[in-house]
Protein backbone atom coordinates (compact mmCIF):
# COMPACT_ATOMS: atom_id res chain seq x y z
CA UNK A 1 0.00 0.00 0.00
CA UNK A 2 1.39 3.34 -1.11
CA UNK A 3 2.37 5.84 1.69
CA UNK A 4 3.36 9.27 0.71
CA UNK A 5 5.66 11.00 4.20
CA UNK A 6 6.76 14.63 4.01
CA UNK A 7 9.33 16.03 6.36
CA UNK A 8 9.13 18.19 7.85
CA UNK A 9 5.53 18.75 9.25
CA UNK A 10 6.10 22.48 9.92
CA UNK A 11 9.18 25.00 9.18
CA UNK A 12 9.50 28.60 9.99
CA UNK A 13 12.15 30.55 7.93
CA UNK A 14 12.85 34.15 7.67
CA UNK A 15 12.31 36.18 4.47
CA UNK A 16 14.67 35.49 1.71
CA UNK A 17 16.14 32.41 2.62
CA UNK A 18 15.79 29.33 0.00
CA UNK A 19 14.49 25.83 1.49
CA UNK A 20 13.85 22.49 0.78
CA UNK A 21 10.29 20.58 1.53
CA UNK A 22 11.06 16.86 1.19
CA UNK A 23 8.75 14.10 0.45
CA UNK A 24 9.35 10.42 0.50
CA UNK A 25 6.74 7.29 -0.83
CA UNK A 26 7.19 3.95 -0.30
CA UNK A 27 5.65 2.64 -4.07
CA UNK A 28 7.96 3.49 -6.59
CA UNK A 29 5.45 2.53 -9.52
CA UNK A 30 3.93 6.08 -10.00
CA UNK A 31 2.51 7.99 -12.88
CA UNK A 32 3.55 10.76 -11.65
CA UNK A 33 3.88 13.05 -8.99
CA UNK A 34 1.94 16.63 -8.20
CA UNK A 35 3.00 19.33 -5.59
CA UNK A 36 0.49 21.35 -4.34
CA UNK A 37 -0.14 24.94 -1.77
CA UNK A 38 -2.95 25.18 0.39
CA UNK A 39 -3.62 28.21 2.31
CA UNK A 40 -5.72 27.62 5.30
CA UNK A 41 -9.36 26.66 4.53
CA UNK A 42 -8.96 27.27 1.24
CA UNK A 43 -8.66 24.96 -2.17
CA UNK A 44 -5.61 23.59 -3.61
CA UNK A 45 -3.55 24.81 -6.67
CA UNK A 46 -1.13 22.92 -8.42
CA UNK A 47 2.46 23.93 -8.23
CA UNK A 48 4.10 21.50 -10.70
CA UNK A 49 3.35 18.13 -11.93
CA UNK A 50 6.53 15.69 -12.60
CA UNK A 51 6.01 12.65 -14.61
CA UNK A 52 7.56 9.35 -14.10
CA UNK A 53 9.81 10.10 -16.77
CA UNK A 54 10.89 12.90 -15.48
CA UNK A 55 13.81 14.24 -13.27
CA UNK A 56 12.56 17.47 -12.26
CA UNK A 57 10.30 20.49 -13.31
CA UNK A 58 10.97 24.26 -12.72
CA UNK A 59 7.97 27.32 -12.56
CA UNK A 60 10.07 30.59 -11.55
CA UNK A 61 11.02 30.20 -7.92
CA UNK A 62 10.13 26.54 -7.46
CA UNK A 63 11.89 23.51 -8.56
CA UNK A 64 10.65 20.18 -7.98
CA UNK A 65 12.76 17.13 -8.49
CA UNK A 66 11.58 13.47 -8.70
CA UNK A 67 14.09 10.31 -7.90
CA UNK A 68 11.38 7.39 -8.54
CA UNK A 69 13.98 4.88 -7.64
CA UNK A 70 14.55 5.85 -4.06
CA UNK A 71 10.64 7.14 -4.02
CA UNK A 72 11.95 10.77 -2.82
CA UNK A 73 11.16 13.93 -4.20
CA UNK A 74 12.13 17.83 -2.96
CA UNK A 75 10.23 21.14 -3.43
CA UNK A 76 12.72 23.79 -3.84
CA UNK A 77 11.58 27.22 -3.04
CA UNK A 78 14.45 30.00 -3.72
CA UNK A 79 14.41 33.67 -2.63
CA UNK A 80 11.23 32.84 -0.01
CA UNK A 81 9.03 35.25 0.72
CA UNK A 82 5.62 35.88 3.24
CA UNK A 83 3.57 35.04 0.77
CA UNK A 84 4.64 31.72 0.11
CA UNK A 85 3.28 30.69 3.72
CA UNK A 86 0.75 28.39 3.52
CA UNK A 87 0.51 24.22 3.61
CA UNK A 88 2.69 22.05 0.80
CA UNK A 89 1.30 19.22 -0.17
CA UNK A 90 3.04 16.26 -2.34
CA UNK A 91 0.49 13.60 -3.96
CA UNK A 92 1.80 10.52 -6.24
CA UNK A 93 -0.32 9.24 -8.74
CA UNK A 94 -0.56 5.10 -9.76
CA UNK A 95 -2.38 4.32 -12.13
CA UNK A 96 -4.01 0.98 -10.72
CA UNK A 97 -5.52 3.03 -7.92
CA UNK A 98 -6.46 5.57 -10.00
CA UNK A 99 -6.45 8.60 -7.09
CA UNK A 100 -3.68 10.27 -5.86
CA UNK A 101 -2.28 9.21 -2.46
CA UNK A 102 -1.29 13.06 -0.34
CA UNK A 103 0.77 13.17 2.10
CA UNK A 104 0.21 14.91 5.17
CA UNK A 105 2.00 18.14 4.19
CA UNK A 106 4.44 20.81 5.54
CA UNK A 107 2.99 23.96 6.55
CA UNK A 108 5.57 26.71 5.49
CA UNK A 109 5.39 30.43 7.55
CA UNK A 110 7.94 32.83 5.95
CA UNK A 111 8.74 35.55 8.33
CA UNK A 112 9.09 39.33 7.05
CA UNK B 1 -11.48 30.32 -17.59
CA UNK B 2 -11.07 26.66 -17.20
CA UNK B 3 -12.24 25.49 -13.94
CA UNK B 4 -13.66 23.33 -11.09
CA UNK B 5 -16.73 25.12 -8.98
CA UNK B 6 -18.49 23.20 -6.46
CA UNK B 7 -21.98 24.37 -4.72
CA UNK B 8 -22.14 25.34 -1.94
CA UNK B 9 -18.64 26.33 -0.67
CA UNK B 10 -20.57 26.21 3.18
CA UNK B 11 -23.17 24.17 4.64
CA UNK B 12 -24.25 23.61 8.14
CA UNK B 13 -27.16 20.86 8.54
CA UNK B 14 -28.51 18.25 10.66
CA UNK B 15 -27.95 15.06 11.10
CA UNK B 16 -30.16 12.81 8.97
CA UNK B 17 -31.45 15.59 5.96
CA UNK B 18 -30.38 14.87 3.04
CA UNK B 19 -27.94 16.81 0.69
CA UNK B 20 -26.16 17.27 -2.54
CA UNK B 21 -22.94 18.84 -3.22
CA UNK B 22 -22.56 19.64 -6.74
CA UNK B 23 -19.53 19.92 -9.03
CA UNK B 24 -18.76 20.09 -12.32
CA UNK B 25 -15.84 20.98 -14.53
CA UNK B 26 -16.14 23.27 -17.95
CA UNK B 27 -12.63 21.82 -19.47
CA UNK B 28 -13.89 18.00 -20.94
CA UNK B 29 -12.24 16.02 -18.64
CA UNK B 30 -12.58 12.45 -18.89
CA UNK B 31 -11.91 12.13 -15.02
CA UNK B 32 -13.45 13.15 -11.90
CA UNK B 33 -13.10 12.25 -8.35
CA UNK B 34 -14.31 13.36 -4.77
CA UNK B 35 -11.66 13.89 -1.29
CA UNK B 36 -12.15 14.84 1.64
CA UNK B 37 -9.56 16.41 4.23
CA UNK B 38 -9.71 15.92 7.93
CA UNK B 39 -7.21 16.90 10.61
CA UNK B 40 -4.69 14.28 10.79
CA UNK B 41 -6.06 12.07 7.98
CA UNK B 42 -5.36 14.30 5.06
CA UNK B 43 -7.11 14.23 1.90
CA UNK B 44 -8.93 10.57 0.87
CA UNK B 45 -10.68 9.75 -1.71
CA UNK B 46 -14.15 9.27 -1.64
CA UNK B 47 -15.80 8.48 -4.79
CA UNK B 48 -13.88 8.64 -8.58
CA UNK B 49 -15.72 8.66 -12.14
CA UNK B 50 -13.20 7.37 -15.28
CA UNK B 51 -15.98 8.75 -17.29
CA UNK B 52 -20.19 9.19 -18.26
CA UNK B 53 -22.10 6.45 -15.75
CA UNK B 54 -18.37 4.59 -14.89
CA UNK B 55 -17.86 5.54 -11.38
CA UNK B 56 -16.45 3.28 -8.63
CA UNK B 57 -15.79 3.22 -4.85
CA UNK B 58 -12.20 4.82 -3.04
CA UNK B 59 -11.06 5.08 0.21
CA UNK B 60 -13.73 5.76 2.20
CA UNK B 61 -17.17 5.66 0.13
CA UNK B 62 -19.61 4.72 3.18
CA UNK B 63 -22.78 7.03 3.65
CA UNK B 64 -21.79 8.66 0.26
CA UNK B 65 -23.15 8.37 -3.14
CA UNK B 66 -22.64 9.58 -6.55
CA UNK B 67 -23.37 9.84 -10.20
CA UNK B 68 -22.33 11.14 -13.56
CA UNK B 69 -24.45 11.35 -16.34
CA UNK B 70 -23.38 14.04 -17.90
CA UNK B 71 -19.48 14.35 -18.38
CA UNK B 72 -19.09 18.45 -16.55
CA UNK B 73 -21.28 17.44 -13.43
CA UNK B 74 -20.28 14.50 -10.34
CA UNK B 75 -22.57 15.68 -7.75
CA UNK B 76 -21.53 13.92 -3.96
CA UNK B 77 -25.14 13.12 -1.77
CA UNK B 78 -25.22 12.32 1.82
CA UNK B 79 -28.50 10.54 1.91
CA UNK B 80 -28.51 10.81 5.76
CA UNK B 81 -25.31 12.85 6.95
CA UNK B 82 -24.19 12.29 10.46
CA UNK B 83 -21.20 14.15 12.38
CA UNK B 84 -18.75 12.38 11.18
CA UNK B 85 -19.36 13.88 8.17
CA UNK B 86 -18.42 17.14 8.81
CA UNK B 87 -15.37 17.87 6.80
CA UNK B 88 -13.85 19.64 3.98
CA UNK B 89 -14.76 18.73 0.60
CA UNK B 90 -12.87 18.59 -2.93
CA UNK B 91 -13.58 17.96 -6.40
CA UNK B 92 -11.29 17.13 -8.62
CA UNK B 93 -11.02 16.41 -12.57
CA UNK B 94 -7.94 15.45 -14.90
CA UNK B 95 -7.98 15.08 -18.79
CA UNK B 96 -8.01 11.20 -18.41
CA UNK B 97 -7.30 8.59 -15.49
CA UNK B 98 -4.30 5.70 -16.49
CA UNK B 99 -0.70 6.65 -17.42
CA UNK B 100 -1.11 9.73 -15.47
CA UNK B 101 0.44 12.15 -18.06
CA UNK B 102 -2.04 15.04 -16.46
CA UNK B 103 -2.23 16.53 -13.51
CA UNK B 104 -5.74 16.91 -11.46
CA UNK B 105 -7.40 20.27 -11.12
CA UNK B 106 -9.02 20.89 -7.52
CA UNK B 107 -12.42 23.04 -6.97
CA UNK B 108 -12.06 25.11 -3.82
CA UNK B 109 -13.44 22.88 -1.31
CA UNK B 110 -17.41 22.67 0.17
CA UNK B 111 -16.57 22.87 4.13
CA UNK B 112 -19.90 21.19 5.76
CA UNK B 113 -20.75 20.69 9.21
CA UNK B 114 -23.16 17.87 10.36
CA UNK B 115 -24.96 18.47 13.83
Redesign the interface.
Same mark, same amino acid.
Given at each position: KQEVTQIPAALSVPEGENLVLNCSFTDSA???L?W?RQDP $??? *?? #?LL *?I? #?SQREQTSGRLNASLDKSSGRSTLYIAASQPGDSATY *?C?V?? $?AT???I? $???TLLAVQP | EAQVTQNPRYLITVTGKKLTVTCSQNMNHE?M?W !?RQDP &?L??R +?IY !?S?NVEVT?K??VPEGYKVSRKEKRNFPLILESPSPNQTS?Y %?C?SSPK??? &??? &? +? !? %????T?LTVT
Open positions: IYNQF $GKG *LT #S *LQ #S *LAYG $GNKLF $GTG | YS !Y &GGL +Q !YMDGDL %FASGT &GGW &G +Q !Y %FGPGR
